[in-house]
């Protein structure tokens, strides 16, 4: 993403935290690219920006989006159900399939645009499968993301201790390199 005068600068490997909320940014940046492009070339070939614009944001759900997951699930999320004594704690479980069912719709929404790239055009039922599951896409994450940052950031906050926090970001660190 470009560079904002007077933005907030992303954070680091010492707040992941941050750092989860800082892609929560970029994941709704691209997922309001993936949602305007289908709307506005309804009907016709992409061009050459909305192409580009629709394949980096496929590429950063390859790869970032994916890195992602693997920050909360491998780290975060486990670190939070051992402080908690595995005690009840349903927003993880719901956080962890709420990624399994966004897999899927990335999977659509990827082969739908790869072909629509290829062919110069998408036929009515494949437009209207494209819009659908981009929306969807965008309500899920909607939830999620504010169940993320109003319940469960904060509570990763207030019960994980430094070295578990260094801990964590040294795993973020590990999975860039």
């Known amino acids: 993403m470009g560079i904002q005068i007077g933005a907030r600068p992303d954070s680091?490997?010492?707040?992941?935290?941050?750092?989860?909320?800082?892609?929560?940014?970029?994941?709704?940046?691209?997922?309001?690219?993936?949602?305007f492009v289908v709307e506005r070339a309804h009907g016709r070939a992409?061009?050459?920006?909305?192409?580009?614009?629709?394949?980096?944001?496929?590429?950063?759900?390859?790869?970032?989006?994916?890195?992602?997951?693997?920050?909360?699930?491998?780290?975060?999320?486990?670190?939070?159900?051992?402080?908690?004594?595995?005690?009840?704690?349903?927003?993880?479980?719901?956080?962890?399939?709420?990624?399994?069912?966004?897999?899927?719709?990335?999977?659509?929404?990827?082969?739908?645009?790869?072909?629509?790239?290829a062919a110069g055009s998408l036929d009515g039922d494949a437009h209207l499968r494209l819009s659908s599951s981009s929306q969807s896409l965008k309500s899920l994450y909607a939830d999620h993301i504010r169940i993320e940052e109003r319940i469960v950031f904060p509570r990763a906050a207030e019960t994980l201790d430094s070295a578990a926090i260094q801990a964590i970001g040294q795993e973020f660190r590990d999975r860039r390199q």
């Not at 719901?94 to 790869?114: I, P, Q």
Request: glycine share 8%; with cysteine; net charge negative.
């Open 12 to 35: 680091g490997f010492d707040d992941p935290i941050g750092m989860l909320m800082d892609c929560h940014r970029r994941i709704e940046h691209f997922l309001n690219i993936l949602c």
């Open 46 to 117: 992409l061009l050459e920006d909305e192409t580009a614009a629709v394949r980096a944001a496929l590429q950063y759900f390859r790869t970032g989006g994916m890195r992602h997951n693997a920050d909360e699930e491998e780290s975060l999320f486990p670190r939070l159900r051992s402080v908690l004594k595995g005690g009840p704690f349903e927003e993880i479980s719901s956080l962890e399939e709420d990624h399994r069912a966004a897999g899927g719709l990335h999977a659509t929404v990827e082969t739908l645009y790869d072909k629509w790239i």
